[in-house]
């Protein structure tokens, strides 16, 4: 059973354009939730991060936005780049237990 | 600082062969992870520990096993390779419990004929 659900599977935007990766999650326990980038050849790394009691965190160009009673989040990517071309993979975490990932979203960004 | 390192970066088994991923982190974490990332599955547990001595079952544990000898290493076997095994292996850590960072190895691609 799928604990966070991931969409889309693969996103083409134009460079200068938004990019939006949604994320539902079920399980009300979860108090942290990541987002991480993976470059091809690489391990993942954090991006950005929030927790539940914020609706929304802004770092640079990127963007958490968290619906805590439709238990959904989402990352926006504003102006983005050809060097934001990556896997992006949301997860959600309870303190003492493991990080549950989506399933990821390969990002494109047309020069 | 090296962070998390993953031992070996590229390996191929034949199907009933046996091996071991080596995971060494150096910034004294308690949490250590292995995940296998497949097309279309993202990210899914394996195993992980919660400190040295420990282990625990994740969402994908069958024909795999871990152990944790020493806090700054979590090893990974496999007992006799499946093809189904095929796959590339990430190992992490984090500090407790309490929701922080997850730190990741840079991989290893294990291919199963």
């Known amino acids: 059973q799928q604990q966070v659900k991931q969409s889309p599977q693969s996103l083409i935007v134009q460079k200068g354009g938004i990019s939006i990766i949604n994320c539902a999650y079920e399980n009300t326990a979860f108090d942290y939730f990541p987002w991480y980038q993976q470059f091809p050849g690489k391990g993942p790394a954090l991006l950005i991060a929030i927790r539940p009691d914020v609706s929304e965190k802004k770092e640079g160009r990127f963007t958490i936005s968290f619906n805590k009673s439709a238990k959904q989040f989402s990352l926006h990517i504003m102006d983005s780049q050809p060097g934001d071309s990556a896997t992006y993979f949301c997860a959600a975490f309870y303190t003492g237990n493991q990080f549950y990932f989506g399933t990821g979203t390969s990002l494109t960004v047309i020069p | 600082n090296a962070g998390v390192t993953q031992t070996p970066k590229f390996r191929v088994l034949k199907t009933g062969q046996s091996m071991t991923l080596l995971c060494a982190q150096d910034?004294?974490?308690?949490?250590m992870y292995w995940y296998r990332q497949d097309p279309g599955m993202g990210l899914r547990l394996i195993h992980y520990?919660?400190?040295?001595?420990?282990?625990a079952k994740g969402e994908v544990p069958d024909g795999y096993n871990v152990s944790r000898l020493k806090k700054q290493n979590f090893l990974l076997g496999l007992e006799s390779a499946a093809p189904s095994q095929t796959s590339v292996y990430f190992c992490?850590?984090?500090?407790?419990?309490?929701?922080?960072?997850?730190?990741f190895g840079e991989g290893s691609r294990l291919t199963v004929l």
């Open positions: 910034m004294n974490h308690e949490y």
């Open positions: 520990s919660v400190g040295e001595g420990t282990t």
């Open positions: 992490a850590s984090t500090w407790t419990g309490v929701s922080g960072e997850l730190f």
